[in-house]
């Protein structure tokens, strides 16, 4: 089964910097769409960034309006691991953030499935 696992975040001052990472493992036969969700209490789940053709060249890279300039998303094929390094942060930040990919797995019998990490806390004081 596939599992995405993340690391980092935590709590930080305005203006500060954070990096979260989520590794997926499991039977990958390739990753499309690798990347960070995040929800603010009382807020839906929105996109951060996200990195399309994950595992190939020629992919885009998403940002959501409000991250762009501050955050960078990253990725290390060799590891099936997507990075987000968070510079600039602001109270508005915090959130859970949420690894997310969608992924064609399996062994004798391939499915396209979307995953979630469980989360990771970030918290920016003003």
């Known amino acids: 089964q596939v599992q995405l696992v993340e690391s980092g975040g935590g709590l930080v001052q305005a203006g500060g910097s954070l990096r979260i990472s989520c590794n997926a493992s499991g039977a990958i036969v390739t990753i499309n769409t690798m990347g960070w969700y995040r929800q603010a209490p009382g807020k839906q789940r929105e996109l951060v960034a996200t990195m399309t053709r994950f595992l190939l060249r020629g992919g885009s890279t998403n940002y959501a309006d409000s991250v762009k300039g501050r955050f960078t998303i990253t990725k290390d094929t060799s590891k099936n691991q997507v990075d987000l390094q968070m510079n600039s942060l602001r109270p508005e930040d915090t959130a859970v953030y949420y690894c997310?990919?969608?992924?064609?797995?399996?062994?004798?019998?391939?499915?396209?499935?979307?995953?979630w990490g469980q989360g990771t806390q970030v918290t920016v004081s003003s």
């Open positions: 997310y990919a969608d992924i064609l797995s399996g062994g004798s019998t391939w499915n396209q499935n979307e995953f």
